[in-house]
Antibody
Framework: QVQLVESGGDVVQPGGSLRLSCEAS?????????MHWVRQAPGKGLEWVAV????????YYADSVKGRFTISRDNSKNTLYLQMNGLRGEDTAIYYC??????????????????WGKGTTVTVSS | SYVLTQPPSVSVAPGETARITCGGN??????VHWYQQKPGQAPVLVIY???GRPSGIPERFSGSNSGNTATLTITRVEAGDEADYYC????????????FGGGTKLTVL
């Protein structure tokens, strides 16, 4: 069964940096699937953050994080990353990673989220 | 950017049918996906491609999409269906973007 486990959440000061990780369980061919980061501010709805293609190419970002956040992956370690720089109070949220359902897909119609991790909490506060 | 509009809340008695709408400009031309999120838990995919149902999701959950409105329908509602529900689409009007609706809180009376 596919499992995604996020880590790296912490309390950080405004302007600071943090790197989140999302490790996929064995038995799931991590390198075959595109991945998303999605966040949820306290008491708010879901907000898409970033997506990366299965091989690390073609990355896209929400306007709210563009130029500050970087999505990447290490397929040899079955791990997805989100490097967050220039953090602001409005970045405070639970950050979820999620996989897409189709292998080796370049068709963004298939880039919905079929399995989610449990999330890691980022708090930006002085 | 593309906007998806959901009612903040829907209430229904057990055994009745709940309908949660998701409005968007010509949303009928897009593929809509629906997620269920219970308090303190991660979201779960309940409907994909407007009306597809992942394995493990009860047949009571169904979806439709036409014109400017997509709808998630839950028949024979149970107490365990109480949750927040989000619709989502892929939008290319200004680059590539994955858009969520604001969410609907389903309350089972």
């Amino acid at each position: 069964q596919v499992q995604l486990v996020e880590s790296g959440g912490d309390v950080v000061q405004p302007g600071g940096s943090l790197r989140l990780s999302c490790e996929a369980s064995v038995g799931y061919t991590f390198s075959s699937y595109g991945m998303h980061w999605v966040r949820q501010a306290p008491g708010k709805g879901l907000e898409w953050v970033a997506v990366i293609r299965y091989n690390g190419g073609n990355k896209y970002y929400a306007d709210s994080v563009k130029g500050r956040f970087t999505i990447s992956r290490d397929n040899s370690k079955n791990t997805l990353y989100l490097q967050m720089n220039g953090l602001r109070g409005e970045d405070t949220a639970i950050y979820y990673c999620a996989k897409i359902p189709r292998e080796y897909s370049d068709d963004y119609n298939y880039y919905y989220m079929d399995v989610w991790g449990k999330g890691t909490t980022v708090t930006v506060s002085s | 950017s593309y906007v998806l509009t959901q009612p903040p809340s829907v209430s229904v008695a057990p055994g009745e049918t709940a309908r949660i709408t998701c409005g968007g400009n010509n949303i009928g031309t897009k593929s809509v996906h629906w997620y269920q999120q219970k308090p303190g838990q991660a979201p779960v995919l309940v409907i994909y491609y407007n009306s597809g149902r992942p394995s493990g999701i009860p047949e009571r959950f169904s979806g439709s999409n036409s014109g400017n409105t997509a709808t998630l329908t839950i028949t024979r509602v149970e107490a365990g269906d109480e949750a927040d529900y989000y619709c989502q689409v892929w939008d290319t009007s200004s680059g590539h973007s994955w858009v969520f609706g604001g969410g609907t809180k389903l309350t089972v009376l």
